[in-house]
């Protein structure tokens, strides 16, 4: 969609987003918006889909419905490969599901594709042309635009950041391998280490929010996660040289725990890479929705 209405959803383990978005060139206006849970069942969740589809198409006119989705999407964008946090979507063809029910044209992308192509097209940074996203929640995941154009690879699932072994031998992943990025730094993973070090359970959120508060076990405890962030996050800017890495997703909504990490990263990137910028997303949530109506 290059002008014009689209309804809208960014659909997550948890969490069903959705709103009515108006483009006009790289200008948007949220027209609408709602939060719902997630419902259990691939049944349940294209009813609860379809309800929302009536209560915006009664009071809005949109031909087009975009989805941002947390898993695997296949090439043609149209079916949910794997998705591991809304498992009955697995191998679901949403699109046509969708399309035989309102009649709009459907499009289906991966959640981290969508906040990297939202801020592309929107956000502060668009004008940049060597760009690494990284959105970190449940996991890390990430996608690279370079030389102006996105790299999403031959199967449409590049930027799986956070299966980057940065510990040898380290934590076992659901992967299946062993030290991978995000069993070191995501929302579980915080959560874990930090009840396995102080036997205190303590949400991801709260560590951040007391730590930026100066609570010096937290305080202390973000900057040693931060240094497992830093690990990976020079592999990626000494691979791949970009001008800016953008970083959005749960775990960035303190947007000041960036201060825990930028003192590590010129120790860890080539000398030639320092230069590199490394900011917060500029529409944080939003992201997500908007890329979903871009197609
Ligand atoms: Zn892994």
Same mark, same amino acid.
């Given at each position: 969609m290059k002008n014009g209405k689209t309804l809208a959803f960014d659909i997550g383990g948890t969490k069903i987003a959705s709103a009515v978005v108006e483009i006009s060139g790289s200008d948007y206006k949220i027209l609408d918006y709602k939060k719902n849970d997630t419902p259990e069942g691939h049944n349940e969740i294209v009813a609860k889909i379809l309800e929302l589809f009536e209560f915006y198409k009664g009071k809005y006119n949109f031909k087009t419905i975009g989805f941002s989705i947390a898993g695997q999407i296949n090439l043609k964008g149209?079916?949910?490969?794997?998705?591991?946090?809304?498992?009955?979507?697995?191998?679901?063809k949403l699109a046509k599901a969708i399309e035989q029910k309102t009649n709009c044209k459907v499009f289906v992308r991966n959640d981290v594709q969508c906040f990297a192509l939202g801020e592309d097209r929107?956000?502060? !940074?668009? @004008?940049?042309?060597n760009v690494i996203f990284i959105a970190i929640g449940t996991g890390i995941g990430g996608a690279t635009k370079v030389n102006g154009k996105f790299y999403f690879g031959q199967d449409n699932?590049?930027? @799986?950041?956070? !299966?980057?072994?940065?510990?040898?031998?380290g934590l076992e992943c659901a992967c299946g391998r062993?030290?991978?990025w995000e069993r070191y730094f995501s929302g579980p993973a915080m959560e874990e280490m930090y009840e396995k070090t102080y036997g205190q359970k303590k949400s991801a959120r709260e560590i951040a929010e007391s730590a930026l508060r100066g609570e010096k076990k937290d305080k202390e405890f973000m900057i040693e996660a931060s240094k497992f962030f830093t690990t990976g996050l020079s592999n990626l800017i000494n691979i791949l040289n970009p001008e800016i890495v953008i970083l959005g997703g749960s775990m960035f909504k303190q947007k000041s725990i960036l201060k825990f990490m930028t003192p590590y990263i010129p120790k860890k990137v080539l000398p030639s890479a320092r230069k590199t910028k490394i900011v917060n997303s500029s529409l944080e949530e939003k992201a997500f929705l908007l890329g979903a109506v871009i197609d």
């Open positions: 149209d079916t949910v490969v794997y998705a591991p946090n809304i498992q009955s979507l697995d191998n679901f929107f956000g502060k !940074h668009k @004008e940049c042309d699932i590049a930027g @799986e950041f956070g !299966h980057m072994v940065i510990v040898k031998d062993k030290g991978c």
